[in-house]
């Protein structure tokens, strides 16, 4: 059974093609970034006519690389949300297109859980419980995967904490602006400060051991623009490398913390990483240090299926066919679609 995905929910017009839920056939990404670069970040409306272009050649490239043709693919899975409307209208308008055109299953997918579940294209069926550290440009949050509570359904998702106010990739993105690197930026640190040393610049830990599963990144943010100001005020000479270890490092220390203590507090081994951020070198050194220490079971996909890519859209399509959830033709794009489908647990030590 293939099932094709389609993902245009930021700058990557990406789709992919998954056989029997766990099999990548083909994940094609026509990258914007050349687009946007020059604005330093996504610009939604270039970001959605761009997705116009790029849609229809970039299925032809994935079925071509599948060497399957549309005929053979058995249903349509896209993003609906979240991300920016006007690049989510696209696909959800193509995919649509494709259902009607061909007759065939249209699944609507949810881009963070679907960041989630493309482990399952690596490590096979994730197994609840399992606490998933999702971090991306839009998105930094600790959610458990639980077991259904119906047979047959899919496994539910549950807000353990989330940032209070930037994303972290959003927080990378800043920085590696100020700091006059390409965009986007979170690459370009993690290059960055690879030659750098992460103890040069004590910068803050916000929200660290405050015994909540939450983040927050714009205090941290805010005081590597200061360190940095006070060093040019003062006529020193800024290592940019040492600036990018330090606040790389101080975003990772809480990560991974955090990430580590909701397994351990539940009781559950098993972390996955998921995100754009999850591609980051140094997070997921520092994670799998850290499970190893107790343990745990650690799942980081590999880079091109951390970042936007259509094969995660297809693979969480699919376990929406597996669960019987066919979206109606009238689906529309949810540009603030949460990940969490489950309550918060009243009982839980969160906000
Ligand atoms: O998940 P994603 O591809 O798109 C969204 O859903 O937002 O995440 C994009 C984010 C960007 O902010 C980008 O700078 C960041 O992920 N990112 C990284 C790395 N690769 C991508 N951040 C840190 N280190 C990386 N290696
Ligand atoms: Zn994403």
Not at 130 to 145: D, E, F, I, K, P
Not at 157 to 170: K, W
Not at 188 to 208: C, K, Q, V, W
């Amino acid at each position: 059974m293939l099932v094709l995905g389609i993902e245009t929910s930021c700058d990557e017009t990406a789709v992919g093609i998954v056989e029997d839920r766990f099999t990548v056939r083909s994940n094609v990404v026509a990258s914007q970034v050349d687009l946007h670069a020059p604005f330093g970040g996504v610009v939604p409306e270039v970001a959605a006519r761009a997705h116009l272009e790029l849609l229809q050649p970039t299925i032809e490239r994935s079925l071509v690389e599948a060497g399957c043709r549309l005929e053979d693919v058995e249903a349509i899975a896209v993003t609906a949300g979240p991300g920016l409307a006007g690049a989510l209208l696209v696909g959800v308008a193509g995919a649509k297109g494709l259902a009607l055109g061909r007759d065939l299953p249209l699944l609507g997918v949810n881009h963070l859980r679907a960041h989630v579940e493309a482990a399952q294209l690596e490590f096979g069926e994730l197994e609840p419980p399992v606490v998933a550290l999702v971090v991306s440009g839009g998105h930094t949050s600790l959610v458990v995967l639980e077991e259904p509570t119906v047979d047959g359904a899919r496994p539910g998702f549950r807000q353990l904490g989330s940032t209070i106010d930037d994303a972290a990739g959003e927080a990378f993105d800043k920085i590696a602006r100020f700091l006059g690197l390409g965009y986007p930026g979170g690459p370009e640190i993690d290059r960055l400060a690879r030659s750098g040393d992460p103890t040069a610049h004590d910068f803050p830990r916000p929200l660290a051991g405050d015994g909540t599963y939450n983040f927050s990144l714009s205090g941290l943010k805010t005081a590597v623009i200061r360190e940095l100001r006070r060093l040019e005020a003062a006529g020193r000479e800024v290592d940019l490398a040492d600036v990018a270890a330090s606040f790389q490092e101080a975003i990772v220390d809480v990560q991974v913390d955090k990430a580590v203590r909701a397994a351990t507090d539940l009781g559950i081994d098993t972390v996955v990483m998921a995100g754009g951020v999850a591609a980051n070198s140094r997070l997921r050194a520092r994670m799998a240090d850290a499970m190893e220490r107790t343990g745990g079971r650690l799942l980081v996909p590999h880079v091109q299926l951390c970042t936007d890519n259509g094969a995660m859209v297809a693979a969480a399509g699919a376990n929406l066919l597996a669960a019987g959830q066919v979206a109606e033709l009238s689906l529309s794009a949810d540009p603030n679609m949460p990940l969490a489908d489950l309550p918060p647990d009243p009982a839980g030590p969160t906000s």
